[in-house]
């Protein structure tokens, strides 16, 4: 890439290596601007007879050509790819999804010298229309061999970013007390309910029940014949483990056990097990407020139906310390 003076008249299709502004500080056309016919007739017309612009050599593509390539390979599901001024591509969220990040692959990504990308958490929630990540390039080009290394990587390993639509799922939610379950219910239901609405999903399927093995057990049958997307299990009391009365429970409906104990504060007693395909949570106290705790990590890609595993539970305690 070279910087040369031109003519104004001979610029249209260069690009600007520098922001230009009116005399009274507005700004008229930005740096890394192509300059069209109308730029020009809107130069001459400000009294510019000559700009300063750069031109791409052999083996460079411009800077927005370079991040609408990577952009287009590094994301996968409901995203749609903007252009933005400078440079930039964005990636849109086009429904309400869970983002899944692949930080080792970003990372080795962003190691390169010539194009960066941001990224919102992973496992995050996103309603539609919003920014799930932004590719940036350096400034005006890039050298094509290292376009085509990233490209490369890209298509070896696949997406950095999927965006996992949340269509309709459906929640069953099962209140539990050692006395009474009606009372777990009135304890938790409104915080319940509001962290739900955060979601954009109803509490499709409820029930209450004493903290009794069967009862529990027969409870989650029922739930669970109802097919939905996961279950939530709001006790009053903690449980020791997958031995106490949850955890029996859900073995008895023939759950797997995936995980007890999560590396999140608040939220670490955790325990999530899966029936087939369905999620089954239990995470004691978590349910009093809406105050952001280990549900809100682990609810939005199990709403995406995504099958969140022990291995990637452990990997919250990065950030895990929520309050």
């Known amino acids: 890439m070279r910087a040369l003076t031109v003519d104004v008249k001979e610029s249209a299709g260069r690009i600007l290596c520098c922001t230009i502004f009116r005399p009274g500080g507005r700004k008229l056309l930005a740096k890394g601007h192509v300059i069209s016919e109308e730029d020009i007739r809107l130069l001459s017309t400000e009294g510019m007879d000559q700009v300063w612009v750069t031109e ?46 692949d930080d080792e ?17 992973n496992f995050s929630f996103a309603t539609a229309g919003t920014r799930l990540a932004s590719v940036k390039s350096a400034p005006f080009a890039v050298a094509s061999a290292q376009l085509d290394a990233i490209l490369s990587i890209l298509k070896e390993r696949g997406p950095i970013l999927q965006a996992r639509p949340i269509r309709q ?16 219910r009135q304890l938790f239901e409104p915080a319940v309910k509001q962290r739900l609405e955060k979601y954009r999903v109803g509490q499709s399927f409820a029930l209450t029940t004493t903290e009794d093995e069967p009862l529990v057990t027969r409870s989650l049958h029922h739930l669970l014949r109802s097919k939905p997307t996961a279950i939530l299990i709001a006790s009053t009391t903690s449980p020791a ?13 023939d759950c797997h056990i995936e995980r007890f104990l999560a590396p999140v504060e608040p939220g670490n007693l955790l325990l999530l097990g899966y029936r087939e395909d369905t999620p089954v949570i239990s995470a004691p106290g978590c349910f009093r407020s809406a105050k ?27 950030g895990g310390l929520l309050g």
């Open 292 to 318: 952001q705790n280990v549900v809100d990590l682990v609810l939005p890609p199990m709403l995406s139906r995504y099958r969140l595993s022990g291995w990637e539970l452990a990997t919250l305690g990065h």
């Open 56 to 101: 791409l050599e052999e083996g460079e593509v411009g800077e927005d050509a370079a991040v609408m390539k990577v952009a287009s390979e590094m994301g996968c599901g409901c995203v749609e790819i903007r252009p933005a001024a400078g440079g930039r591509a964005n990636l849109i969220a086009t429904e309400d999804c869970c983002l899944l990040i």
């Open 241 to 253: 483990g997958p031995e106490d009365v949850i955890g029996r429970a859900m073995a008895r409906v």
């Open 105 to 121: 692959l970003l990372r080795q990504i962003n190691c390169t010298s010539s194009v960066v990308i941001a990224t919102a958490l």
């Open 169 to 184: 799922p459906t929640l069953g939610v099962l209140y539990s007390d050692p006395v009474q379950g009606e009372r777990a």
